[in-house]
């Protein structure tokens, strides 16, 4: 397998996270996985997002890229937690308070990457620019939000989504590399 079409599907893993787990698997779709699994599940898939940020840099390296890189790997740490106190029922309080500052760092470190990105010829400019408008208003609205609000709220939840759409596209295009090369 090509190195660009690994890259892709690592993109578009990331990027279908969500909507495979939560919509799919989990007790909001199927109900094959409960919530401490589809949390679990969730996390394993999304390490796909530093690993593809981590291969997208070999094309052409940028400290913007590698600096989202560091504050994206610290920040799954904490979202990791955050989900794992998610699975207790009595510890959601905890999970959402943590998850808050876990997750907003996680958007904040892919908005920088996203600096990057628009930094070099990796992804098309329009493409790099729309991530990183779209994190860098998701990280605003994440870091500033409730911490009961994460899960809910109507505004967030609309560039929670269209983050996850970008990741495919950025997939989408890495594999259009592939015909190129």
């Known amino acids: 397998m090509n190195i660009n079409t690994a890259n892709s599907l690592l993109f578009v893993t990331a990027g279908l996270t969500p909507f495979i787990v939560y919509l799919g698997l989990g007790p909001d ?18 390490f796909s997002l530093p690993i593809a ?25 904490m979202a990791m937690a955050a989900d794992a106190f998610r699975a207790g029922a009595n510890l959601s309080d905890v999970a959402n308070a943590i998850a808050v500052t876990a997750y907003s760092s996680t958007i ?15 992804f098309p400019k329009w493409l790099s620019g729309l991530l990183t408008v779209v994190t860098a208003i998701g990280f605003t609205l994440l870091a500033t939000s409730e911490p009961s609000a994460i899960q809910t709220s109507v505004i967030i ?3 929670l989504l269209a983050f996850h759409v970008i990741l495919i596209v950025l997939g989408v295009f890495m594999f259009k590399q592939d015909d190129q090369n």
């Open 108 to 122: 904040l470190g892919v908005c920088i990457s996203g600096i990057g990105f628009f930094r070099t010829t990796i």
């Open 157 to 159: 939840l609309p560039f």
């Open 29 to 46: 779709g199927a109900a094959i996985l409960d919530q401490a699994r589809a949390e679990q599940f969730f996390a394993y898939l999304f």
């Open 53 to 77: 940020i981590l291969m997208a840099r070999r094309i052409e390296r940028n400290y913007f890229i590698d600096g989202g890189l560091i504050i994206i790997v610290a920040s799954m740490s």
